[in-house]
């Protein structure tokens, strides 16, 4: 059975940082894309980030220029460096897997909260 397992949340001041990983196990499938997601208290799921199995990655515009998306393939391990975090990026944060048997995994959450 797949599971993703998330690390790396807390609580921050304006202008600091944290980094998310994201550890997959229970498949030997080979995963495509990975994708960072968040969702404020009241608000719909974003997307925040993704990667593609080569590398190529994308950013929402509200996150561009501060955080960083990365994976290492042969860990199944997807990270998520946040810097110059601001209030408008607490969130809880969810990694999503998309595995090229066709099944889609997601992470358990992680809370991440900015102090102004």
């Known amino acids: 059975q797949v599971q993703l397992v998330e690390s790396g949340g807390g609580l921050v001041q304006a202008g600091g940082s944290l980094r998310l990983s994201c550890a997959a196990s229970?498949?030997?499938?080979?995963?495509?894309?990975m994708d960072w997601y968040r969702q404020a208290p009241g608000k719909q799921r974003e997307l925040v980030a993704g990667?593609?199995?080569?590398?190529?990655?994308n950013y929402a515009d509200s996150v561009k220029g501060r955080f960083t998306i990365s994976r290492d393939n042969a860990k199944n391990t997807l990270y998520l460096e946040m810097n110059d975090l601001k209030p408008e990026d607490t969130a809880v944060y969810y990694c999503n897997f998309h595995y090229k048997s066709g099944y889609v995994a997601w992470g358990q959450g992680s809370q991440v909260t900015v102090s102004s």
């Open positions: 229970g498949s030997s499938f080979s995963i495509n894309d």
């Open positions: 990667i593609t199995s080569g590398g190529r990655s």
